[in-house]
């Protein structure tokens, strides 16, 4: 985008590949701007932990590295939008949704019900950094925290460094699966790049999660937002 936006953007969207720090950055945003942050992956990972019907089908799909159907996932985020936490104090839907939509019926789900977006935050990295991060990658279910046994090793082996929680590989993270996470978004997410076109503000992603961070801050300043 170019010039400075007159409102501030409401409805934005966090598009990447697997393993491009969606969530890192999610979390860098909410820390810095207090927004209304929907992880999609989050939400089926806590339904599936709690043994709901929608996370243990779920859980089939991403164990194999396959997208959830497209009616599971918009009924999900539908009825989650429409909580008071991702209202502004005029009542307008304002959210940072992450890891949705994923395809374009997705897409289309969002914009039959006023919810399209008006920024689009894209983090691009080459699939080939994306296996490497992926692979060693460990998550605290604790405290969303992550840690990757190469880049940022826990100081103690499977401790989470913040929150002394059990850290675990996801069943998801590896290589195989990865892969196949990885040609998910090449044929069902990547199309969404060309339907969002001039809205999508892309950032390189494979740098330090600092420098990204920093990079999506500049952008969403540019959309209206001050610390
Ligand atoms: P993430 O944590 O965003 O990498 O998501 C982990 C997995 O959850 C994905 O590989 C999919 O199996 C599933 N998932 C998350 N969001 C969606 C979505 N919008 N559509 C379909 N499946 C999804």
Same mark, same amino acid.
């Given at each position: 985008m170019t010039g400075i936006a007159s409102k501030r953007?409401?409805?934005?969207? /966090? $598009?990447g590949p697997p393993g491009a720090g969606k969530g890192t950055v999610a979390k860098g945003l909410v820390d810095r701007f207090g927004l209304c942050h929907l992880s999609t992956g989050d939400m089926l990972r806590a339904a599936s932990a709690a043994g709901t019907a929608v996370g243990l089908l779920a859980k089939t799909f991403m164990d194999k590295g396959a997208l959830v159907p497209d009616d599971v996932m918009v009924r999900l985020i539908e009825e989650r939008v429409q909580q008071a936490d991702?209202? @502004?104090a005029d009542g307008s839907p304002e959210f940072l949704l992450d890891g949705f939509p994923r395809t374009l019926p997705q897409a289309d789900a969002l914009q039959e019900r006023g919810l399209a977006p008006d920024l689009v935050l894209f983090l691009d990295v080459p &699939?080939? @950094?994306? $296996?490497?991060?992926?692979? &060693?990658?460990?998550?605290?279910? @604790?405290c969303g925290n992550v840690h990757h046994v190469e880049f940022a090793p826990a100081k103690v082996d499977g401790i989470c460094d913040r929150c &002394? &929680? @059990? /850290? $675990?590989?996801?069943s998801d993270d590896h290589e195989a699966t990865i892969r196949k996470r990885l040609d998910a978004f090449e044929l069902q997410t990547s199309p969404l790049v060309q339907r969002y076109g001039a809205m999508i503000e892309r950032v390189e992603a494979a740098q330090r999660p600092d420098a990204v961070l920093a990079a999506v801050v500049a952008v969403m300043q540019r959309h209206g937002y001050a610390d």
């Open positions: 953007s409401q409805k934005i969207i /966090l $598009v991702c209202r @502004a &699939g080939d @950094a994306i $296996v490497r991060r992926l692979s &060693g990658r460990r998550t605290c279910p @604790a &002394g &929680g @059990a /850290l $675990v590989h996801r």
